[in-house]
Nanobody, 117 residues
Framework: QVQLVESGGGLVRPGGSLRLSCAAS????????MGWFRQAPGNQRELVAT???????NYADSVKGRLTTSRDNAKNTVYLQMNSLKPEDTAVYYC???????????WGQGTQVTVSS
């Protein structure tokens, strides 16, 4: 049906930057809005950002002004530009795609982001 593959995670110093990518393949017409979740140790997954087909974005308060998501429909790819990273941003980041007309999501495998000195 649909496959989502994240890339770009890694280790970065506080204040540094990373860019995550999420490539969608398969029946991409099944995907409506896309988003990013993250899960830190001891916490449930939290919604970080969403972006609609038209490029409308929403962000969690904790990342506003630092993280930016964008969507390239021609490339079937979404991005999460992460700037001014903090240790609190350390988590596994997941790419998601909302199924058209259904309150259900496709999920990627996740990519680890670690912010540490």
């Amino acid at each position: 049906q649909v496959q989502l593959v994240e890339s770009g995670g890694g280790l970065v110093r506080p204040g540094g930057s990373l860019r995550l990518s999420c490539a969608a393949s398969g029946n991409i017409f099944e995907i409506d809005a896309m988003g990013w979740f993250r899960q830190a140790p001891g916490n449930q997954r939290e919604l970080v950002a969403t972006v609609t087909r038209g490029g409308i974005t929403n962000y969690a308060d904790s990342v506003k002004g630092r993280l930016t998501t964008s969507r390239d429909n021609a490339k079937n790819t979404v991005y999460l530009q992460m700037n001014s990273l903090k240790p609190e941003d350390t988590a596994v980041y997941y790419c998601t795609g909302r199924r058209v007309g259904v309150p259900d999501d496709y999920w990627g495998q996740g990519t680890q982001v670690t912010v540490s000195s």
